[in-house]
């Protein structure tokens, strides 16, 4: 089975980490179908999220957020595609997209 690791480290603090990984657990949710829990600690948070074919967690602290899933056989074969997502998600929350930089002249901001 693939596993998805995902490593960010930020200067947030823990009530603002708390904070984005509240969001990010709720847009998967309402995106993905995401069953999600979440359980604060002293030092470390730690999310929950399932679905069939999907478990896994974030763990939240006052400098980083770690992401660990495994997928089941069906995602298995899109686990690049489900690891990009979750990263620009996770990117976006903490304000680092890489999207943000891109200033080619197919970028729908330029035309607006």
Request: aromatic fraction near 8%; proline fraction near 2%; glycine fraction near 8%.
């Amino acid at each position: 089975m693939p596993d998805i690791h995902i490593e960010r480290s930020h200067t947030l603090g823990m009530e603002a980490a708390r904070a984005v990984a509240r969001q990010w657990m709720q847009k998967v949710e309402q995106d993905y179908g995401l069953a999600c829990s979440y359980d604060e600690g002293k030092r470390c948070d730690v999310g929950q999220f399932m679905r069939p074919g999907i478990e896994g967690s974030v763990e939240v602290t006052a400098d980083s957020f770690r992401l660990k899933a495994t997928l089941g056989l069906l995602y298995g074969s899109f686990s690049e595609q489900i690891e990009e997502r979750l990263q620009r998600n996770l990117d976006e929350l903490l304000g680092t997209s890489e999207a943000d930089d891109d200033d080619d002249a197919y970028n729908d901001r330029d035309w607006l």
